[in-house]
């Protein structure tokens, strides 16, 4: 089945959307992108994309910080994406793109006097980190402070501090790499954001540790105060609390929930997926897959 991409006002083949070699974004990181994932309902026959509204006004938010509107609003950006995800005919897991970026094809470091552009595309996308529980390290790589790069925005060129990490990861022979904020705080993984479990009670880095604020991690304490009853703590992280921890887990749109069993080949809990974990991991499944109907609403159905 052919994918599709919005790319310049109208839906082409994916394989003949082409940008321009000169374009700005491809030699600066001038632009900001969204990951979106559409769940596939075996029982419904359905695809759900997941929190779309939420992972676009983020991408406005982010937009603006480049000094950059978006050609469309929200709502439309909306319906541009199911339209896309139809065209594709998906009967499986599927991740969509949307960039929003400098387009202007000329040199020069700079944020002002470009144009900018919106494109989106969606592919088949299984699981990401390919692990039941994954094994984290420390990156020697910390997160930018919000005066050298704000994570609070995906922009396009902060990422290469989050390669620089899953790399360094995947060299040790490690499934992730968590950073530090620059004051040395746990901040948060490549994609992800970071969770500990200690005495029952569920605790996460605050948005001014570095941190992008993930969707998924909002989905996540959502679900731990309505249906667990557990309260959320946002708090500064240091090390030792991480290694101390009873239990601690992953949330990424990419990543979903994924349960970290070792932290520098030291344990955490038993370093089997914690009680807690496993129930959360099961509210948010069904959840993203629209079998949870008390959350149907962050799911838009394609067909
Ligand atoms: N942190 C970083 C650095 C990320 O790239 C992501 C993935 N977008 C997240 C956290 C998780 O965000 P979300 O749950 O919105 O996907």
């Known amino acids: 089945m052919p994918s599709y991409a919005f790319l310049r006002n109208e839906f082409i083949p994916l394989e003949d959307a082409k940008v321009g070699i000169m374009t700005h974004a491809l030699h600066y990181g001038t632009a900001v992108f969204e990951g979106i994932r559409g ?157 500990l479990i200690k005495n029952g009670r569920l605790f996460t880095p605050t948005t001014k540790d570095s941190i992008l604020k993930g969707i998924t991690r909002d989905t996540v304490m959502t679900l731990a105060k309505n249906e667990l009853g557990i309260d959320t703590i946002e708090k500064k992280i240091d090390l030792v609390e991480l290694y101390d921890a009873d239990e601690c887990f992953l949330t990424g749109t990419a990543a979903h929930l994924t349960p970290v069993s070792e932290v520098e080949n030291k344990k955490i809990g038993t370093g089997e997926v914690g009680e807690i974990t496993f129930k959360l991991q099961k509210l948010y499944f069904d959840v993203i897959k629209g079998k949870n109907e008390k959350y149907i609403d962050w799911c838009t159905p394609v067909y």
């Open 39 to 195: 769940n596939w309902n075996e029982d419904k026959k359905q695809v759900y994309i997941f929190r779309l509204k939420e992972h676009y006004e983020r991408l406005a938010q982010g937009s603006a910080v480049l000094q950059m509107e978006l050609p469309y609003s929200v709502e439309e950006l909306c319906k541009i994406t199911v339209d896309l995800v139809k065209k594709g005919e998906f009967k499986e897991d599927i991740y969509i793109r949307p960039l929003s970026y400098k387009s202007t094809e000329a040199m020069g470091v700079r944020l002002h006097n470009l144009d900018n552009d919106f494109l989106v595309f969606a592919i088949p996308w299984g699981r990401y980190i390919d692990v039941d529980a994954c094994r984290c390290c420390i990156s020697s790589w910390r997160r930018p402070a919000d005066n050298v790069i704000p994570p609070s925005a995906k922009i396009t060129g902060l990422y290469i501090n989050n390669a620089f990490t899953k790399t360094e990861a995947q060299s040790r022979g490690y499934d992730e790499g968590i950073m530090l904020s620059q004051d040395g705080n746990v901040s948060e993984g490549s994609g992800e954001n970071i969770f």
